[in-house]
């Protein structure tokens, strides 16, 4: 299998296009280190992020072996950091290949993914984003980190195994909730400090507004949703996702007071977005981002059947609420946009 062999030949020359060249447009990788990337933008990215964390990287050993249009690669990489620590990286990688002979799906199996993410060492000058599928505050941070295109090491934790509650964590975060990074010796949780603090340090393009006209309505709408929507939001999602049957019936006050809020304030949105293409202006800012994965929930709660004696009436967004769909389809479009995550939004 040549392209194997070229394509990580490429790829320690540092040939970022070489090795692009040789995947599919549409290429999945899966790799511990991020979540799923899918097409070659995102793969570059990536790549680019890692080669730039490390001075030298070599392989000391591989062995590829194939079998029809796929391949396993078993590797020993000697690897240098930026900041000159030397290691070495054992893994697999499994290659499959289209009918072109492209490759369109790598998965990498490295040594010790599986140690806990908080126990891991922190690599000094590496940006650490810890994140838990389906957290819409982890989301808005790698919507950000995306759109900037700053390179990360992803720490995804399971919640259902309490993670998030181990005291590594908690030196990072420690309410014990996600989203949480750390950068260098710089912990920091809470959601939007963190995109005020990615914003400041990586300022292009600028997310919190220019003007002082632009970051007061970027902050009003930030508000806004926090003080309204994301919390009528969190009831509702109790609610239907708890699958407790009095609170699904609506019986509940609080919970029919949030259906109540939740309409109101996509009425709002909806109006809002008849003016302008994003939520604060022209412009995307952060507000899109932080307002963005609470309504994939709110589409996703009201898909669910459970959902239907609260009478949602969110879907299908196009129809109820065609500029904020019009608004969402924007978004998807992002260069850096994961069609992929986390990967039960998508049942929505
Ligand atoms: N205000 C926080 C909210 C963070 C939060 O509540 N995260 C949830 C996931 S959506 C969490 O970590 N839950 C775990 C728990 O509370 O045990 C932010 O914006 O970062």
């Given at each position: 299998?040549?392209?194997?062999?070229?394509?990580?030949?490429?790829?320690?020359?540092?040939?970022?296009?070489?090795?692009?060249?040789?995947?599919?447009?549409?290429?999945?990788?899966?790799?511990?280190?991020?979540?799923?990337?899918?097409?070659?933008?995102?793969?570059?990215?990536?790549?680019?992020?890692?080669?730039?964390?490390?001075?030298?990287?070599?392989?000391?050993?591989?062995?590829?072996?194939?079998?029809?249009?796929?391949?396993?690669?078993?590797?020993?990489?000697?690897?240098?950091?930026?900041?000159?620590?030397?290691?070495?990286?054992?893994?697999?990688?499994?290659?499959?290949?289209?009918?072109?002979?492209?490759?369109?799906?790598?998965?990498?199996?490295?040594?010790?993914?599986?140690?806990?993410?908080?126990?891991?060492?922190?690599?000094?000058?590496?940006?650490?984003?810890?994140?838990?599928?389906?957290?819409?505050?982890?989301?808005?941070?790698?919507?950000?980190?995306?759109?900037?295109?700053?390179?990360?090491?992803?720490?995804?934790?399971?919640?259902?195994?309490?993670?998030?509650?181990?005291?590594?964590?908690?030196?990072?975060?420690?309410?014990?909730?996600?989203?949480?990074?750390?950068?260098?010796?710089?912990?920091?949780?809470?959601?939007?400090?963190?995109?005020?603090?990615?914003?400041?340090?990586?300022?292009?393009?600028?997310?919190?507004?220019?003007?002082?006209?632009?970051?007061?309505?970027?902050?009003?709408?930030?508000?806004?949703?926090?003080?309204y929507l994301?919390?009528a939001?969190?009831?509702?999602?109790?609610?239907?996702?708890?699958?407790?049957?009095?609170?699904?019936?609506?019986?509940?006050?609080?919970?029919?007071?949030?259906v109540a809020t939740l309409h109101e304030e996509l009425a709002r949105i909806e109006a809002s977005l008849a003016?302008?293409?994003?939520?604060?202006?022209?412009?995307?800012?952060?507000?899109?981002?932080?307002?963005?994965?609470?309504?994939?929930?709110a589409?996703?709660?009201?898909?669910?059947?459970?959902?239907?004696?609260?009478?949602?009436a969110v879907?299908?967004?196009?129809?109820r609420y065609p500029k904020l769909?019009?608004?969402?389809?924007?978004?998807?479009?992002?260069?850096?946009?994961?069609?992929?995550?986390?990967?039960?939004?998508?049942?929505?």
């Amino acid at each position: 299998m040549k392209i194997i062999h070229a394509s990580q030949d490429a790829l320690v020359a540092r040939d970022v296009d070489a090795y692009l060249a040789m995947l599919s447009d549409d290429v999945v990788v899966s790799d511990p280190s991020t979540p799923r990337l899918v097409g070659r933008d995102a793969v570059r990215r990536h790549v680019e992020g890692l080669l730039a964390s490390f001075s030298e990287i070599e392989f000391l050993d591989r062995k590829v072996f194939s079998l029809g249009l796929g391949a396993a690669m078993r590797f020993t990489l000697r690897t240098r950091t930026a900041d000159g620590r030397d290691g070495t990286l054992d893994g697999v990688d499994v290659f499959e290949l289209n009918e072109q002979r492209k490759i369109a799906k790598i998965t990498s199996y490295l040594d010790a993914p599986g140690a806990s993410a908080a126990a891991s060492a922190p690599q000094a000058g590496a940006l650490e984003v810890y994140w838990a599928s389906g957290s819409p505050p982890a989301w808005r941070v790698l919507l950000l980190l995306a759109v900037k295109g700053v390179p990360y090491t992803s720490k995804l934790l399971q919640l259902s195994r309490e993670e998030h509650t181990a005291p590594a964590y908690l030196e990072v975060s420690p309410r014990g909730k996600v989203p949480a990074i750390r950068d260098g010796a710089f912990c920091l949780h809470e959601s939007l400090a963190i995109m005020a603090y990615l914003d400041r340090k990586h300022p292009s393009p600028p997310l919190f507004g220019e003007s002082a006209e632009e970051a007061g309505a970027i902050a009003r709408v930030i508000a806004e949703h926090e003080n309204y929507l994301y919390p009528a939001l969190g009831q509702i999602a109790r609610a239907v996702f708890s699958g407790d049957p009095t609170a699904l019936a609506g019986e509940e006050p609080a919970v029919r007071a949030a259906v109540a809020t939740l309409h109101e304030e996509l009425a709002r949105i909806e109006a809002s977005l008849a003016l302008r293409d994003y939520l604060a202006g022209p412009r995307l800012s952060a507000a899109d981002l932080t307002v963005y994965p609470s309504i994939q929930l709110a589409v996703r709660a009201a898909t669910r059947p459970a959902a239907a004696p609260l009478d949602l009436a969110v879907t299908p967004l196009a129809a109820r609420y065609p500029k904020l769909a019009a608004w969402g389809a924007r978004i998807e479009a992002l260069p850096g946009y994961d069609a992929t995550y986390p990967p039960h939004w998508r049942a929505a």
